[in-house]
T-cell receptor
Framework: GNSVTQMEGPVTLSEEAFLTINCTYT??????LFWYVQYPGEGLQLLLK?????DKGSNKGFEATYRKETTSFHLEKGSVQVSDSAVYFC????????????FGTGTRLLVSP | DAGVIQSPRHEVTEMGQEVTLRCKPI?????LFWYRQTMMRGLELLIY????????DSGMPEDRFSAKMPNASFSTLKIQPSEPRDSAVYFC??????????????FGAGSRLTVL
């Protein structure tokens, strides 16, 4: 079946550091890929998405590139801020049939001043 | 749009009591999802509806859980009887599902359930 694997957290960084959160997936066909973010006490929000190979999703300084050859969708940001502290979820949606989202386990990011 | 609206935001109840969680999806969305989030198990999909019809309820933990969507603007998740292990944050999400392409979910703020 379809699945998503994320790196274990927490990831602890200082402000302005470079961020990478790894995500790999297993799926048949050509799924759509997503990153969602959950701030404390809130629901998940869509951060970015990519729907086909080599697409790059970007938002709020975050980027992720859909790499079919490595089945990966790693999240990156060049300079993190304290306000980026949150839990980040990688997810996929199957390419055929009814597309329910399959989420990874989430990676907590802690950014200190 | 006010987004996906869930109620109550917090619920504390005693074991054996009935719990009903409510969700109002975004107007115009045709799919609705119920998720449960715990530290131990992460984010679990319980059930989802398309055009008010349950499509997949394989994630519902057991018969104590039931979900309904009587119309396009309202859904409930009921637990009867509740148990301490049901303590979690329950999220409702809605989307406009297409036959192909990315299915973007909008989540509510969640209902935090504590069963004593």
């Amino acid at each position: 079946g379809n699945s998503v694997t994320q790196m274990e957290g927490p990831v602890t960084l200082s402000e302005e550091a470079f961020l990478t959160i790894n995500c790999t997936y297993t799926a048949t066909g050509y799924p759509s890929l997503f990153w969602y973010v959950q701030y404390p006490g809130e629901g998940l929000q869509l951060l970015l998405k990519a729907t086909k190979a080599d697409d790059k999703g970007s938002n709020k300084g975050f980027e992720a590139t859909y790499r079919k050859e490595t089945t990966s969708f790693h999240l990156e940001k060049g300079s993190v801020q304290v306000s980026d502290s949150a839990v980040y979820f990688c997810a996929l949606s199957a390419s055929t049939g009814f597309q329910k989202l399959v989420f990874g386990t989430g990676t907590r990011l802690l950014v200190s001043p | 749009d006010a987004g996906v609206i869930q109620s109550p935001r917090h619920e504390v109840t005693e074991m054996g009591q009935e719990v009903t969680l409510r969700c109002k999806p975004i107007s115009g969305h045709n799919s609705l999802f119920w998720y449960r989030q715990t530290m131990m198990r992460g984010l679990e999909l319980l059930i989802y509806f398309n055009n008010n019809v349950p499509i997949d309820d394989s994630g519902m933990p057991e018969d104590r859980f039931s979900a309904k969507m009587p119309n396009a603007s309202f859904s409930t998740l009921k637990i009867q009887p509740s148990e301490p292990r049901d303590s979690a944050v329950y999220f409702c999400a809605s989307s406009l599902a297409y036959s192909s392409g990315a299915n973007v979910l909008t989540f509510g703020a969640g209902s935090r359930l504590t069963v004593l």
